[in-house]
């Protein structure tokens, strides 16, 4: 397996449109609009088509530069994150594609304006890097902090087919009202993470907690048919502790290859699990909807699918506990670019910032 497809296994990709990710500015994208830099579908090459602005090329594309300087792009990920590497896919792009790249970050407020974006505190988690032409060039990245917006710097100008940011979700919960009310404990935006499964032949793990409902089946987990005995199943780690209190488990799509019953098991160490939902009949194309599940403190919740088939959603829904909400906190902190700064505005004691900063669960 290559370092790519093992990045896409363990990490989800923190710049995809149905996050929220959105190029929110280019220097100058006349060949090809800034936009495709970050679509999902992979790239493709239409021989023989052209635009008013020459050949039409799948990504973004910057004309001959024949000043000084360089060509770049900003990127408003679809939820704040750690990024533990990058892949910049220059498909297609054989005799124009750019000499180097370098990756810059900041971490700002969402709505924050390009102004506000050209004057804010950017990182480099990317030094100058050399790129090949009609590749997969993956980076490694491994900065602490987590990141609002990237900025990718392209020399000195030319084409890049498609951006792929991985990384974990870190959620601003004081931004996003807090964790005191009923959230969605396993929602990939609030930092819900489908740890492994028995298998996805036909749909990535990590589909199950994405945003909304599925489009179509490609937008689901899905695993292939078993000949075996035994049954599916895939386990999902919470955004922090909490209590479940109601469970959706959503087919859409799903018709002739939905699981034909399902159980769900939760666990507070990974280690012990409880069933909390005993093995129920599901029906094709239906949400349904799990409520009174009496069960205490989890992290993770374990779905079985009898015996293979289809589930396009997955949602927890939920409220921390008082451990779990000092968890978030830590971990906010802890991922916090510029951390002391933020503490300041809160107290202007330097012993207390300090101390915070270091060990931000001590009082």
Known sequence: MSQFDELRRHHINLAQPRLGAEVVHATDDFFADKARLIDPAEPVFIPGKYDENGKWMDGWESRRKRTQGHDFAIIRLGAPG????????????????????????????????????????????????????????????????????????????????????????????????????????????????????????????????????????????????????????????????????????????FKGNFPDTASIDASRDGREWTEILPRTKLQAHTRHMFIDLNQGPVTQLRLNVFPDGGVSRLRVYGVATEAGRQAAVVRRINTLAGAESELRSCCASTEWVTKKAVHPWLS
């Open 82 to 253: 750690v990024i533990k590497g990058a892949v910049v896919d220059t498909a297609f792009f054989r005799g124009n594609y750019p000499d180097h790249c370098s990756i810059e970050a900041c971490a700002v407020r969402y709505e924050s304006d390009i102004d506000a974006l050209r004057t804010a505190q950017w990182i480099e988690i990317l030094p100058k890097s050399q790129l090949k032409g009609d590749s997969q060039n993956f980076f490694d990245i491994n900065s602490p902090f987590a990141f609002s917006h990237l900025r990718l710097h392209i020399y000195p100008d030319g084409g890049v087919a498609r951006l792929r940011v991985h990384g974990e979700a870190v959620p601003d919960w004081h931004r996003a009202g807090g964790l005191a009310s009923d959230v969605d404990l396993a929602a990939i935006e609030n930092g819900g993470e489908v740890l492994t499964c028995s298998d996805m032949f036909f749909g990535p793990k990590h589909n199950l907690i994405m945003p909304g409902r599925a489009h179509n089946m490609s937008d689901g987990w899905e695993t292939r048919r078993r000949r075996g005995p035994g049954h599916d199943w895939v386990i999902v780690k919470l955004t922090t502790e909490g209590v479940p209190r109601r469970v959706e488990i959503d087919t859409n799509h």
